[in-house]
């Protein structure tokens, strides 16, 4: 007998530790997101990034996994910074 396991399953096992008012992301201030921007709306695997009203994209850090997609995508261009978390903070691993 098979049992199926999906990603989305596995990562609910993940905690986070939110540091309040210290996002460890940002995203520049723009009027409109470029195609990099607009990838980590689709790409980000946790879903950090989406469209606000204006158009733009915001970021949301609470979750992020540290896989560093957006960073190799957008940090270099200055689109974005990106930190670790500080120590104590951010994604806790769970395995099994
Ligand atoms: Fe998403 Fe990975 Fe960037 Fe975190 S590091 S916001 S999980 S793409």
């Given at each position: 007998?098979?049992?199926?396991?999906?990603?989305?399953?596995?990562?609910?096992?993940?905690?986070?530790?939110?540091?309040?008012?210290?996002?460890?992301?940002?995203?520049?201030?723009?009027?409109?997101?470029?195609?990099?921007?607009?990838?980590?709306?689709?790409i980000c695997p946790a879903k950090c990034y989406e469209l606000n009203e204006k158009g733009q994209v915001d970021v949301t850090p609470d979750g992020c996994m540290e896989c560093g997609t957006c960073r190799v995508l957008c940090e270099a261009s200055g689109e974005i910074t990106w930190n670790y978390p500080r120590g104590g903070y951010g994604v806790l691993y769970k395995f099994g």
């Amino acid at each position: 007998m098979t049992i199926a396991v999906r990603v989305e399953d596995k990562l609910f096992q993940n905690r986070y530790l939110v540091d309040a008012g210290r996002p460890h992301i940002t995203v520049a201030v723009h009027e409109k997101p470029s195609a990099n921007l607009m990838a980590l709306t689709t790409i980000c695997p946790a879903k950090c990034y989406e469209l606000n009203e204006k158009g733009q994209v915001d970021v949301t850090p609470d979750g992020c996994m540290e896989c560093g997609t957006c960073r190799v995508l957008c940090e270099a261009s200055g689109e974005i910074t990106w930190n670790y978390p500080r120590g104590g903070y951010g994604v806790l691993y769970k395995f099994g």
